[in-house]
């Protein structure tokens, strides 16, 4: 599998919604971290490097939005994709 040295971090507290995407994410050939909380995301993304991120917006303890703020300020650079199941365009953009 040519994903296996490629680690994903997935951040979502919906636990449906996670066991979704980390198994089609692992299916595919991926090493995958699940964190349900931004702290721990926070904590995970500090000690390990990953190639990319699935990040929730509405998280319990430390907000998406907030997260991804926190990873910047820290130089750190890692392609986050956003989960949002907000409605209006105004929200998603």
Do not use: W
């Not at 979502?12 to 995407?21: G, H, N, P, Q, T």
């Amino acid at each position: 599998m040519m994903n296996a040295d490629m680690r994903i971090l997935v951040v979502e507290d919906d636990k449906k919604i996670a066991s979704f995407v980390v198994n089609g994410l692992k299916q595919s050939g991926y090493a995958v971290d699940h964190c349900l909380d931004g702290e721990d995301a926070l904590v995970m993304a500090e000690t390990t490097t990953y190639d990319a991120a699935v990040v929730d917006l509405m998280l319990p303890k430390l907000d998406g939005l907030s997260l991804v703020q926190r990873l910047r300020t820290k130089g750190m650079r890692v392609p986050i994709l956003i989960l949002s199941a907000k409605v209006s365009v105004d929200d998603r953009v």
